[in-house]
Nanobody
Framework: QVQLVESGGGLVQPGGSLRLSCAAS????????MGWFRQAPGKEREFVAT????????SYVGFVQGRFSISRDNAKSTVYLQMNSLKSEDTAVYYC??????????????????WGQGTQVTVSS
């Protein structure tokens, strides 16, 4: 059973940066596609970014392209989300997810079978 634990959230001013981490335990991390999703109050959970098991392929939702960067360190079983130029509309609970059955990038929440507990990101002055 894969377990995921996010960290790195917090309060940041508009224009600032944060790096989220998601540590995985159980299974073979390098074979999993990993993703980041977010959910703002009153809104549905939405896709943010995904990375293949090898780390060679990534995909982003349009509104974070050029500002966010997903990466992974398979030796540490950890995936990261570097968030730059943060905006108030980026405020949300951010979740990492693992697709333990596929290693290629996945953008649909239903493709993922393991989820972390979420970490709050608040962008406010």
């Amino acid at each position: 059973q894969v377990q995921l634990v996010e960290s790195g959230g917090g309060l940041v001013q508009p224009g600032g940066s944060l790096r989220l981490s998601c540590a995985a335990s159980g299974g073979t991390f390098s074979t999993y596609a990993m993703g980041w999703f977010r959910q703002a109050p009153g809104k549905e959970r939405e896709f943010v970014a995904t990375i293949s098991g090898s780390g060679m392929t990534t995909s982003y939702v349009g509104f974070v392209q050029g500002r966010f960067s997903i990466s992974r360190d398979n030796a540490k079983s950890t995936v990261y989300l570097q968030m730059n130029s943060l905006k108030s509309e980026d405020t949300a609970v951010y979740y990492c997810a693992a697709d333990t059955e596929k290693s290629n990038v996945q953008i649909t929440a239903t493709d993922y079978d393991a989820w972390g507990q979420g970490t709050q990101v608040t962008v406010s002055s």
